[in-house]
């Protein structure tokens, strides 16, 4: 069973630098991406950046290009995602999802919050 978990939310000003963590459970030979995601208050859930497992070919949202970089670690079954010059429209639940290999299923952690205030 694949369960991502994500870690590392919170609140911070405009400016400031966060970084979340996720961390999947399963065999990591089965990944073929993980992948963040946000949505925030009254608006659809967004894509921001994924990495293939295998490769670790980064994809970024524009809206978050060149302020953002996700990295995995492969030993710990771990993505972070780094967010530098956060700001208000920041805001969101991040999600992590992971997609396996042959396979269109998403498997969904819980979320945490990121609060960018000015």
């Known amino acids: 069973q694949v369960q991502p978990v994500e870690s590392g939310g919170g609140s911070v000003q405009a400016g400031d630098s966060l970084r979340l963590s996720c961390t999947a459970s399963g065999r990591s030979s089965d990944f073929d991406a993980m992948t963040w995601f946000r949505q925030a208050p009254g608006l659809e859930r967004e894509f921001v950046s994924t990495?293939?497992?295998?490769?670790?070919?980064?994809y970024y949202s524009d809206s978050v290009k060149g302020r953002f970089t996700i990295a995995k670690q492969n030993a710990e079954n771990t993505v972070n995602l780094h967010m530098n010059h956060l700001q208000p429209e920041d805001t969101a639940v991040y999600y992590c999802?992971?997609?396996?290999?042959?396979?269109?299923?998403?498997?969904w952690g819980q979320g945490t919050q990121v609060t960018v205030s000015l």
């Open positions: 999802a992971v997609s396996l290999r042959g396979s269109a299923r998403m498997y």
């Open positions: 990495i293939s497992w295998n490769s670790g070919v980064p």
